[in-house]
């Protein structure tokens, strides 16, 4: 399994610089832009209209940006089908067949084939973006790598004083809160940016000097204090288990200094987010407690056993293959509005692509583990982060949409990219 990409780097990777220094930092800072480009171009923009709504549904905008992402690639040297074909034939096979079986499920067995489509095709970009990341992290050269996750930290911070400024400004009577709008159609997908903010400012803090610890740190605090006043129970908790993974995983993170930096910023910002001022009473630690206290277990996972149940009902009538990308809320009724996901990536793989496309993907997931095995032994910059947002991401896709929605499911492909390219570019360097 280790080796099942090792081919690629040989083959896909050029012989000369490829992309001159100065421009290969322009892909990283798209990225990094990419929350606050979301949040500008959906600044002031009805949640009434049907454009609107689904601008924000499918993070149009975002899915540009992996575009754009793909064709400063491409102008580097990057080339798909050489890269597929370089990988070795057991992920060759894996990719395809998730890839085939998606399409053919979304057209041909979905209750909605045009929405299963589109979900389809922007996992399809995501696909190709994450395997663009690790061709570009594999040819890169090391000061521009160095810059990759405090690229994506003041990214999440330039959203974060956003939001914030959205919060102060004005706003019409009756304005919907919960919905919020801006990069979001609900505040508590705002938690999905911080988590991949503060988890990347802690892993960059940890490594850091004095000075620019201190200022990872507060980076970390303040994301964590947005996630508190959003009341997302989600991101704390991700951010804790990830931690935890990274203590375990890297002994720099097991120092004085190291403990510190991990361990400082969400209590911090949970007391920081305590005097701001909730503008409905779902937001802000005090929500987060009272939902604790909720009389019933249903209430207290804000139905999120309903869900999962209607979701392995809903599996259980079609086992095989499954209903296709973005058809929760046409299958299955839901107590509370209408989600498109299960919040648990378990039974959203299992709804939307059965025992079959299940396989696949854990097959997939066995090959990805081997690779992030294998970056860890390579000391290569920016692997702390990048394995800190990972683990993050994948546990907040266990009780949330974290693995479907496209900003989390595209930074979720980047960090990946970034340990596979990681470990490409050291044996391509220890070749030389």
Not at 42 to 71: D, K, N, Y
Not at 128 to 139: E, Q, R
Not at 364 to 379: D, E, P, Y
Request: charged residues 10%; positive net charge.
């Amino acid at each position: 399994m280790d080796s099942a990409f090792q081919s690629a780097s040989q083959n896909s990777v050029p012989k000369s610089p490829g992309i001159a220094p100065r421009a290969s930092l322009l892909p990283w800072l798209l990225i990094a832009s990419a929350p606050a480009l979301f949040a500008l171009t959906t600044w002031g923009l009805s949640a009434e209209t049907g454009f609107g709504q689904g601008l924000r549904l499918i993070a149009l905008p975002l899915c540009l940006v992996q575009i754009v992402f793909l064709l400063l690639a491409a102008r580097a040297g990057w080339r798909p089908v050489r890269q597929f074909l370089a990988l070795s034939p057991l992920v060759r096979l894996l990719l395809s067949s998730i890839v085939i079986e998606a399409l053919a499920v979304a057209a041909l067995r979905s209750p909605n084939p045009t929405g299963a489509l589109v979900w389809t095709y922007l996992s399809v970009i995501e696909l190709l973006f994450g395997l663009a990341t690790a061709w570009i992290v594999a040819s890169a050269d090391e000061p521009a790598l160095e810059m990759v996750w405090p690229a994506i930290v003041f990214g999440g911070l330039l959203f974060a004083a956003m939001v914030a400024l959205f919060a102060v400004s004005p706003h019409a009577a009756g304005f919907d809160w919960q919905y919020f709008g801006l990069a979001v159609s609900n505040v508590r997908q705002i938690g999905f940016y911080v988590a991949v903010g503060a988890l990347a400012a802690i892993g960059c803090a940890v490594d850091a000097r004095l000075t620019q610890r201190l200022l990872f740190v507060a980076a970390a605090t303040l994301m964590m204090t947005l996630a508190f006043w959003t009341g997302s129970r989600g991101t704390a908790a991700c951010a804790v288990v990830a931690i935890g993974a990274g203590f375990v995983t890297f002994p720099q993170m097991r120092t004085v200094r190291g403990s510190c930096a991990a361990l400082i910023p969400i209590p911090l910002g949970a007391l920081v987010s305590m005097p701001l001022p909730r503008p409905i009473a779902i937001f802000g630690v005090d929500r987060m407690v009272e939902s604790l206290r909720a009389s019933t277990p249903e209430a207290m996972s804000a139905f999120r056993f309903s869900m999962w149940e209607g979701a392995w009902q809903a599996f259980l009538a079609r086992p095989w293959f499954g209903y296709g990308e973005g058809q929760f809320g046409n299958v299955v009724p839901q107590p509370q509005g209408i989600y498109l996901h299960p919040h648990n990536v378990v039974l959203q793989s299992l709804f939307q692509w059965g025992v079959v496309g299940t396989i696949v993907l854990l097959g997939l997931g066995a090959v990805a583990v081997g690779q992030v095995r294998s970056a860890l032994k390579t000391g290569q910059s920016g692997l702390l982060p990048a394995v800190l947002v990972c683990a993050g991401l994948f546990v907040f896709s266990l009780y949330d949409g974290a693995l479907f929605h496209v900003y989390p499911v595209m930074m979720f492909a980047f960090a990946l990219a970034f340990i596979i390219g990681s470990t490409q570019r050291a044996k391509t360097a220890g070749e030389r």
